[in-house]
């Protein structure tokens, strides 16, 4: 099905005098797409060309398969769409006669001559600072677990369910981070990160989830403790501050608050090794 949508894609892109290059980006310029993959297209249009071009946008990506979904995620730059058959497409637009991309991180549709420069770039030229990269992961998963009493004491479950989501992609990010990980794929992608004991404690901590107060509890202490536990010696190995303080403030008042509620026997998941 990708297949089928990238040919007449590029047949599409060939034809129109317009588009000065095509190209993918993300796992089917990596090989690492899969079924359920989504596909990255970027499109290079002269400055002349780029406002009526963008206008009739959603007209020519009709022609190669019809839409049901056209949006701009960020207008002139970036639209999401989800054809008839359910692929769904990210498009970027580009303005200008050309553009320079790292080789290895693209796969050519359609060219003109010099439209596309390419670099051999080894790694990222900006590497992130994985310390403040982690600071931050760290202070937002208690800030998000500081909310748990709320949700629970308001039995706003649907909040609480919805919450988790948060909480596990912080952890989860502290982890990949911790285990020398440099994401190449979209955050669809966690498995081929987590060292598989990770990844199965993480699925034992939400099979607790249910739509009710000591499930939804024990699910976000169980979480908790993981951060306990790796949390610190991920920060000493990568040469920045763990929140000491900060969970310490936040798991006190998480205790107090879940032994108001009559819930302190779910605190013993805090206390899981």
């Known amino acids: 099905m990708h297949q089928g949508y990238l040919n007449s894609l590029q047949s599409k892109a060939d034809s129109d005098t317009r588009v000065l290059a095509a190209w993918l980006e993300g796992s089917f310029a990596k090989d690492t797409a899969d079924r359920y993959s989504d596909i990255d297209i970027h499109l290079l249009v002269a400055p002349e060309n780029k ?30 769409g989800i054809t008839v058959a359910g692929l769904r497409i990210d498009v970027w637009m580009h303005s200008g006669i050309t553009i320079l991309r790292d080789r290895a991180s693209v796969r050519v549709l359609h060219a003109a001559a010099g439209s596309i420069q390419f670099t051999d770039a080894q790694g990222d030229s ?29 039995e706003e479950y649907i909040a609480g369910l919805m919450g988790t989501t948060f909480v596990v992609r912080s952890l989860t990010e502290v982890l990949i981070i911790g285990g020398g990980k440099q994401r190449d794929r979209g955050v669809k992608n966690v498995n081929v990160f987590l060292p598989q004991e990770l990844r199965k404690e993480i699925e034992a901590a939400l099979s607790m989830q249910g739509v009710e107060k000591e499930s939804l509890a024990k ?16 920060a000493t190995q990568h040469g920045c501050n763990y929140p000491f303080a900060l969970e310490k403030a936040v798991i006190g008042y998480v205790t107090r608050e879940l032994q108001f509620l009559g819930l302190s026997g779910c605190l013993n998941e805090l206390h899981r090794r």
């Open 51 to 80: 406002e009526a071009f963008q206008q009739g946008l959603e007209s020519w990506l009709s022609d190669i398969q019809p839409l049901v979904l056209f949006r701009e995620t960020f207008p002139e730059q970036m639209i999401t």
């Open 126 to 154: 900006e590497p992130k600072d994985v310390a403040s990269e982690l600071e931050r992961h760290f202070n937002e998963f208690w800030r998000l677990l500081a909310i748990l009493p709320t949700v629970l004491g308001r």
């Open 219 to 234: 699910a976000h202490l169980r979480l908790a403790a993981m951060m306990q536990r790796r949390g610190p010696s991920i």
